[in-house]
């Protein structure tokens, strides 16, 4: 599987942006660019995922680099209840088999 | 959105009796789930795959015979821990993808924390 490669933390006050960066440099042409985010003691809740294209949707936007070896988690407007453990990780298109990573602590200082 | 349920959310037990947790997706069909097992402050560690009608798939290292999986309908997984013992306490999470929606995302259960005592 590909690997990605993510900050272990991050800090960030509310309300303003956040960017949350990812590489993943051996990432294959079919493999698409997934993020999950998890609170403490619940399960993973999906963020958004993208191929080549930059995404957005009501949770965040995505950043893809034109090559396609990095990738940007954007939190336009940080709140509260944006601290979680984000995770990137990339999806093979025939195999929805998940690898996590150890991921981002995103903190979100009032 | 699609929502998958776990049940029960929380289980304590005494080593050497078994426990079953189940995963539903309630309003998609799923003929495939993943169960996962996270220790505290750890990532999330994928151990088995479960396939409708089928045996599941085990990643390495994963005991097939303590953790048996049964994935009997399309909207139902089960993960029963055989003989727990302490070292077996962890947060079980399952996941789950809806095949009415063309995007991949997948959907995960609230997780299931299993204490062995």
């Known amino acids: 599987d590909a690997k990605t490669t993510q900050p272990n933390s991050m800090e960030s006050n509310e309300e303003e942006p956040v960017h949350l960066p990812c590489n993943h440099s051996t990432i294959s042409g079919t493999d698409y660019i997934h993020w999950y985010r998890q609170l403490p003691s619940q399960g993973p809740e999906y963020v958004i995922h993208?191929?080549?294209s930059n995404v957005n949707n009501r949770m965040a936007s995505l950043a893809i680099a034109e090559d396609r070896k990095s990738s940007t988690l954007i939190l336009h407007r940080a709140t509260l209840r944006d601290a979680a453990v984000y995770y990137c990780?990339?999806?093979?298109?025939?195999?929805?088999?998940?690898?996590f990573g150890k991921g981002t602590l995103l903190t979100v200082n009032p | 959105g699609a929502v998958v349920s776990q049940h029960p959310s929380w289980v304590i037990c005494k080593s050497g009796t078994s426990v079953k947790i189940e995963c539903r997706s309630l309003?998609?069909?799923?003929?495939?789930m993943f169960w996962y097992r996270q220790f505290p402050k750890q990532s999330l560690m994928l151990m088995a795959t479960?396939?409708?009608?089928?045996?599941?798939?085990?990643e390495q290292g994963v005991e097939k015979d303590k953790f048996l999986i049964n994935h009997a309908s399309l909207t139902l997984s089960t993960l029963t821990v055989t003989s727990a013992h302490p070292e077996d306490s962890s947060f079980y999470i399952c996941s789950a993808r809806d095949l009415g929606r063309e995007a991949g995302e997948l959907f995960f259960g609230e997780g299931s924390r299993l204490t062995v005592l």
């Open positions: 993208g191929l080549t």
């Open positions: 990780i990339l999806m093979g298109s025939s195999n929805y088999k998940l690898t």
């Open positions: 309003d998609f069909q799923a003929t495939t």
């Open positions: 479960s396939n409708e009608g089928s045996k599941a798939t085990y």
